[in-house]
């Protein structure tokens, strides 16, 4: 895992958090694999990639000044996750004097910030003298180059400059060949053990308890995966049956409410059909009783009706009778 360096604008442009978070997120996503891996009933390590971060290159820019606040904060955070091996970037760029107080300078910094970075191990015998050795010689000054410069009668990797040729893999030059001898010759498989013995396992642990298990009850008694699981099982369904209980009330209440609210618009409803009820049988009655008027007018009419027809007739034949007797 590789840490470029950080520029100096970031620190004044942008919350700090949002620039390591994303280092310490993937890390713990790697671990959580393994862990989920781990707790399977049937695993497979044998055929499962092994994919946790064993070593972090960190990068320092070349000021020889001091580390950035952003350095600091991020190898702090990542400490506790990852071997640091600390790296000086471009260190063609400084001369050897300075960059011997720059070493001192970052290794000063690291201590009194209490930030942790892997020391090559010194129990082994065979490699003891070696790694002490190294251990003085950090952070590791490093100069890359993809291009392949001739030099005398051979090709090698490095830098074409007026000056001269610098050479990638010249220890006189600069520390790669120490870093690659250091990482992948002689501590290769005590950075995979760091990882699994300290980190993984701080992982680990913290990721249990936060699920909420524990090596020891409330007595101090060693429990057993079986008594936690049961322990917890029986917590989770006690859980399950609060909140159900909880969601049955609820849903009670609401049916209450809802009743009453229902009974209340009906009480309304009723209201509103009575006072129509009534009205409707008042304008009916009135009709009814315009109707009779109306009816009796009718009687009435034809009567007149009758009483000036036979008055008509009277006359007709009183006036026919007339002219008859003066003939």
């Given amino acids: 895992m590789l840490l470029p360096v950080f520029s100096s604008r970031i620190l004044m442009d942008s919350c700090l958090d949002s620039h390591y978070q994303p280092i310490v997120d993937y890390v713990d996503a790697q671990f ?11 695993r497979s390590f044998t055929d499962y990639h092994d994919s946790r971060i064993h070593v972090c290159l960190y990068f320092i820019s070349p000021t020889g000044h001091s580390l950035k606040s952003l350095d600091l904060l991020t ?27 720059f070493k001192c300078k970052i290794m000063t910094e690291l201590v009194s910030n209490g930030i942790q970075i892997y020391q090559f191990p010194t129990d082994d015998e065979p490699t003891a003298q ?26 090698v990797r490095g830098r074409q400059y007026p000056w001269g040729v610098l050479q990638v893999e010249n220890e006189n030059h600069c520390d790669f060949i120490k870093l690659r001898d250091m990482l ?16 993984y ?28 699981y049961e322990a917890k099982r029986q917590k989770f369904y006690d859980q399950c049956q609060r909140e159900e209980e909880e969601l049955k009330q609820k849903f009670m209440q609401r049916v209450k409410e809802k009743e009453t609210t229902f009974k209340e618009s ?5 209201k509103k059909f009575d006072h129509l009820k009534r009205v409707q049988q008042e304008e009916t009655m009135k009709l009814e009783e315009e109707r009779r008027q109306l009816e009796e007018e009718i009687i009435d009419f034809y009567k007149m009706k009758a009483v000036s027809e036979t008055l008509q007739t009277q006359v007709c034949t009183n006036i026919k009778k007339e002219k008859d007797r003066k003939k």
């Fill in 266 to 270: 009906e009480k309304e409803l009723q």
């Fill in 75 to 101: 190898m702090k955070n990542i400490d506790s996750k990852v071997n640091i091996v600390p790296l000086i970037a471009k260190a063609d760029t400084i001369s050897k004097y300075d960059l011997q107080k």
């Fill in 130 to 155: 070696a790694n002490s050795s190294m251990n003085g010689q950090l952070p590791f000054a490093v100069v890359g180059s993809m291009d392949e410069v001739k030099v005398g009668k051979r090709m």
């Fill in 184 to 199: 992948l010759c002689i501590n290769m498989e005590d950075l995979k053990e760091q990882t699994h013995i300290q980190h």
């Fill in 32 to 42: 959580e694999a393994y862990l989920q891996e781990e707790l399977k009933i049937k």
């Fill in 201 to 228: 396992e701080r992982y680990r642990c913290c990721k249990l308890k936060k699920m909420g298990f524990t090596d020891v009850g409330p007595d101090n008694k060693p429990l057993s995966f079986q008594e936690i």
